[in-house]
């Protein structure tokens, strides 16, 4: 079973940029996970926002492309999310997960804690 542990959010204007990590616990298999986050503003679902194969083949819902840059770490089985050109409407907690499409599907029901964005000046 994986467990997740998201970090890094926090209070930013905007325009700024934060970086955002996931720690995964799944034994020494990490590196043959697709990952992805994902993120849920007040009153909203929850959405997909990046995706990152084993290879590190990435894709981005259309909001944050251009924006936001996932990587991964399969050593210390982390997976990063560089968050710049932050704006109020990326305010939301974000959370990371396994992943069977390039479109974020996941199958796996143990979310994380997830970790607040709040973009304001």
């Known amino acids: 079973q994986v467990q997740l542990v998201e970090s890094g959010g926090g209070l930013v204007q905007p325009g700024g940029s934060l970086r955002l990590s996931c720690i995964a616990s799944?034994?020494?298999?990490?590196?043959?996970?697709?990952m992805a986050w994902y993120r849920q503003a007040p009153g909203n679902q929850r959405e997909w926002v990046a995706f990152i194969s084993p290879e590190s083949a990435t894709n981005y819902a259309e909001s944050v492309e251009g924006r936001f840059t996932i990587s991964r770490d399969n050593v210390k089985k982390t997976v990063y999310l560089q968050m710049n050109k932050l704006q109020p409407e990326d305010t939301a907690v974000y959370y990371c997960?396994?992943?069977?499409?390039?479109?974020?599907?996941?199958?796996?029901?143990?979310w994380g804690p997830g970790t607040p964005v709040t973009v304001s000046s």
């Open positions: 799944v034994g020494t298999i990490f590196s043959i996970y697709n």
């Open positions: 997960n396994t992943a069977f499409s390039t479109k974020g599907d996941t199958a796996n029901k143990n």
